[in-house]
């Protein structure tokens, strides 16, 4: 079992920055694929980015490419995500996700149904 915990979100105004945090508690965080997705209000969740288990592999919702940078620090056991030049669109409950070895994840970016474990969620608010 693992335990993810967000935290980092926050009003911030229109091309400001947050840097968000997901700490994990539990199993080995390094056999962990990690992703960030989003709800917005009356939206469906959305993928924000996600890092493959071994690390080496990032990605990125077109949408946030270039503002966005997702980084693990597996000492730490903890997931970053890195929010610059935000936007009020980017308003939404932001959550962190954690999928036990996936070796789908060094090709591409796991679906949110790929994922075995959620964070409760941050709010982060853009104004505009």
């Known amino acids: 079992q693992v335990q993810l915990v967000e935290s980092g979100g926050g009003l911030v105004q229109a091309g400001g920055s947050l840097r968000l945090s997901c700490a994990a508690s539990?199993?080995?965080?390094?056999?962990?694929?990690l992703g960030w997705f989003r709800q917005a209000p009356g939206k469906e969740r959305e993928f924000v980015s996600a890092?493959?288990?071994?690390?080496?592999?990032?990605y990125y919702a077109d949408s946030v490419k270039g503002r966005f940078t997702i980084s693990r620090d597996n000492a730490k056991r903890t997931v970053y995500l890195q929010m610059n030049n935000l936007k009020p669109e980017d308003t939404a409950v932001y959550y962190c996700?954690?999928?036990?070895?996936?070796?789908?994840?060094?090709?591409?970016?796991?679906?949110?149904?790929?994922?075995?474990?959620w964070g409760q969620g941050t709010q982060v608010t853009v104004s505009s």
């Open positions: 890092c493959s288990w071994s690390g080496s592999s990032k």
């Open positions: 539990g199993r080995t965080f390094s056999n962990y694929a």
């Open positions: 996700a954690a999928a036990l070895r996936s070796a789908a994840s060094e090709t591409r970016a796991l679906k949110s149904w790929e994922y075995d474990y």
